[in-house]
């Protein structure tokens, strides 16, 4: 057996990676249309073809990024690990999403009660220049 068939260059699990995306991908879809009454290849999510296109990309995206820096970190070196990480990544993501709640609107100013510095002395506003 080769050294070129036991480990994977990084381009190549990133490759593994994106065929494992797809098949969940293609999983999903398959579900979709199966159990629909009226299906559109228009409107296949409730957002739309374009937002169904960006989060497939998204998603396999992810798949392959993370076997590509498996494989190139040493930690999977075969094709079933990378396909394998593909198929998993998509789903560990979503678990992590949905884990992390986001409250309140994001802002574009810097919030002075987080920017470093000495605490404010008792009875002084944050901000105050004197």
Not at 8 to 17: I, M, N, Q, T, V
Not at 45 to 72: E, F, T
Request: hydrophobic content about 50%; glycine content about 14%.
């Amino acid at each position: 057996m080769s050294v070129l068939a036991t480990h994977l260059s990084a381009l190549a699990g990133a490759g593994w990676g994106l065929v494992g995306g797809l098949c969940v991908e293609a999983l999903w879809l398959h579900s979709h249309i199966r159990s629909a009454k009226k299906w559109s290849w228009r409107r296949p999510i409730p957002q739309g073809l374009d937002a169904y296109l960006i989060s497939v990309v998204l998603r396999v995206g992810a798949g392959a990024g993370l076997a590509a820096a498996a494989v190139s970190s040493g930690q999977a070196s075969g094709a079933l690990a990378a396909f394998g990480l593909g198929v998993g990544a998509p789903f560990a993501v979503q678990k992590l999403a949905r884990s992390v709640h986001l409250t309140g609107a994001l802002t574009t100013e810097a919030d002075p009660a987080a920017a470093p510095g000495p605490p404010a002395a008792p009875g002084e506003e944050v901000g105050d220049a004197g």
